[in-house]
């Protein structure tokens, strides 16, 4: 009844695809350690260690999403999360060198990975501004509330749904962390 060369040709797409999203899955877990690796380094002030790490990565990058493109794998969730995590680490390298948020990749993202990179991008900015505490750089601290309350204002201007709805209600809790870290600061610098 079904004709064996249906059979065969299923079975080679489906095989073909296992074995990209295996690669893609294999290759894509060192991409967020380093990205990851990236942010930690810029906690850190290690900065230009940081953009030789996210050069790096981001042309790993855009080779992986052109090869996934390619084989109707772009929508692998490991792929996704490994560019999210590289736009957040490439959106608070331009933050702390008081740069505008802009396209930063040399590949096509989706929506998503960008409103969840951003989402992120500000309980990364709670901890640089606590170490900023340390360090005592209010105008830094200021700096990252603005660019917290700039970005929890574009966010809540969407309709977000799901787990980006869930990013938007954390960036709003981040937010209020940095009022209040920048409160605090306040108060022991008048005493």
């Known amino acids: 009844m079904i004709a064996q060369s249906l059979i065969k040709k299923l079975k080679n797409q489906i095989e073909k695809q296992?074995?990209?999203r295996?690669?893609?899955?294999?290759?894509?877990?060192s991409l967020v350690r380093e990205a990851k690796h990236a942010?930690?380094?810029?906690?850190?002030?290690?900065?230009?260690?940081?953009?030789?790490?996210?050069?790096?990565?981001g042309r790993k990058l855009k080779h992986m999403v052109n090869v996934a493109e390619k084989a109707g794998l772009r929508g692998e969730a490991t792929l996704g999360a490994a560019v999210e995590e590289f736009l957040e680490a490439s959106y608070l390298l331009r933050v702390m060198q008081k740069k505008s948020l802009s396209v930063v990749t040399g590949f096509k993202t989706r929506a998503e990975e960008e409103l969840s990179a951003l989402s992120d991008l500000t309980g990364e900015l709670v901890r640089a501004a606590t170490?900023?505490?340390t360090r005592g750089e209010r105008k830094a601290i200021k700096q990252y509330r603005d660019a917290t309350e700039e970005l929890f204002g574009v966010l809540l201007s969407m309709n977000l749904r799901g787990a980006l709805r869930q990013k938007?209600?954390?960036a709003r809790r981040n937010l209020k962390r940095l009022e209040e870290i920048l409160y605090d600061v306040s108060l022991t610098k008048t005493h």
Do not use: N, P, Q, Y
Not at 22 to 28: D, F, K, N, V, Y
């Open 18 to 20: 296992d074995s990209g």
């Open 22 to 29: 295996a690669g893609i899955i294999r290759e894509t877990g």
């Open 39 to 57: 942010i930690f380094k810029l906690h850190r002030g290690e900065i230009k260690e940081a953009e030789k790490a996210l050069a790096e990565v």
């Open 131 to 133: 170490l900023e505490v």
């Open 168 to 170: 938007r209600d954390d």
